[in-house]
């Protein structure tokens, strides 16, 4: 477990790091400008769009269909998988679009050519084929290599960043070919360590001789992700459209040094010990106790780092005067620390067969945080507030489900 979760945090560090350093760049050179808030807000939008339809259909089942059944219908299911992964993607691009000309019709600043939305449409299908073949290496614990897309990818943007520094230019779509041209470059990457053959001549020859389990589906499971996906993504439209310009860089940067610690323990830390629980149900309450000391750790001690050095450290890393922003600042600390643990609550719902719940009660708290937001207080330590509110639900539904309920369709699971 150590030297998967070593192998795992290595190469996830080393991405995030230089990710940071991509997003460092693209302030410095580009500042606070309707540019940079246009540049996070189109790539918050893919990444939510993926984490919302396509990112469920794979992540609930690939892991654990591949460790139910035998190799020789490992071939059936990641064909299977790919193929679902490339329909949620398409439907995924267009949703994208939909928004992008939404946005646009509500009288929002950030504009969009029509290249742009057809970069954002291709690059969503990729990511859902960079995401069954990446979970497949997880699988077969090529953890290294699984964490090793964002490094790829952020280093490729930062080639983008200084090639739009270069030409002077503020164009979206020379970013967009960019990251189109990392997502290509992580497919390729991931899908050369495939070990078994992924055509529809493999599934035929599996399915002549076996009995090949499909991916299953649950809706109340795809719900709670795009619910749970969906907090940052509502914020960044209710402030791009009502406040001013640069306010969404102004936020990101905020929720930048948190959000790589979130984006480390979600990378490096988390999916071991989600192999773990899937492996070997009866250990549920001790690995589900390490995972909780280990992010808790982290992030208490981030916080204890950002506070020491907040001042010269906002303002060396991002030219950013974070004094007035104390009080946002510690909130996103909390708020990075319960994103991550319901996180796990999350990935584990559909599994232990309490997604349904979870459902419902995310969906109250976030009719609640759109009530507040609109008719009662608009501001960022508010939206702040109301997206921990949203995660502590989630966490108590599911801890409640886990270990007093056990709503779970594993059998004989003890503690």
Request: glycine content about 4%; hydrophobic content about 55%; proline content about 2%.
């Amino acid at each position: 477990m150590i030297k998967s979760i070593a192998s795992l945090f290595t190469s996830s560090l080393l991405g995030r790091i230089i990710g940071f350093f991509r997003f460092q760049l693209l302030v410095f050179i580009f500042s606070q400008t309707h540019f940079t808030d246009k540049v996070i807000y189109t790539t918050t939008l893919i990444w939510t769009l993926n984490n919302f339809f396509v990112i469920p259909n794979v992540n609930k089942s690939l892991i654990a269909d591949l460790s139910g059944t035998i190799k020789e219908n490992y071939s059936s299911i990641l064909w299977d998988t790919s193929m679902l992964a490339f329909r949620s993607g398409v439907f995924a691009g267009l949703i994208s679009v939909l928004i992008i000309l939404f946005l646009q019709l509500s009288g929002s600043p950030l504009d969009f050519k029509v290249y742009d939305l057809v970069l954002v449409f291709i690059i969503v299908i990729g990511l859902g084929q960079n995401e069954v073949f990446s979970l497949y290496n997880q699988f077969k614990k090529r953890f290294f290599l699984y964490a090793l897309n964002p490094g790829v990818w952020n280093t490729v943007l930062i080639i983008g960043i200084l090639t739009m520094w270069f030409l002077g230019s503020t164009e979206l779509y020379i970013y967009l070919i960019f990251l189109l041209i990392a997502i290509l470059s992580t497919i390729y990457m991931q899908y050369s360590k495939v070990d078994v053959p992924f055509s529809r001549q493999s599934v035929i020859n599996t399915m002549d001789t076996s009995i090949v389990k499909s991916p299953k589906k649950d809706y109340w499971y795809n719900g709670v992700v795009i619910l749970f996906m969906g907090t940052t993504f509502l914020d960044l439209n209710f402030i791009t459209i009502f406040s001013v310009a640069g306010i969404v860089t102004v936020y990101t940067i905020l929720l930048k040094i948190p959000e790589l610690m979130l984006s480390i323990i979600n990378g490096s830390v988390q999916p071991v010990f989600f192999n773990l629980i899937m492996d070997k149900q009866d250990y549920l309450k001790k690995s589900f106790n390490r995972f909780l000391i280990l992010s808790s750790t982290a992030f208490i001690l981030m916080g204890l780092f950002l506070f020491a050095f907040k001042y010269k450290l906002y303002q060396y890393l991002f030219n950013f005067q974070v004094a007035g922003y104390e009080s946002s600042l510690l909130l996103v600390i909390i708020m990075a620390f319960f994103a991550s643990f319901s996180y796990m609550i999350v990935r584990l719902s559909e599994e232990f067969k309490y997604s349904k719940k979870l459902f419902f009660g995310a969906l109250a708290m976030i009719i609640i945080k759109l009530f507040v937001i609109i008719t009662l207080d608009f501001s960022l330590d508010m939206i702040i507030y109301t997206n921990i509110a949203t995660y502590v639900c989630i966490t108590i539904i599911g801890l409640y489900f886990l270990f007093l309920r056990k709503s779970t369709h594993f059998l004989n699971i003890s503690d």
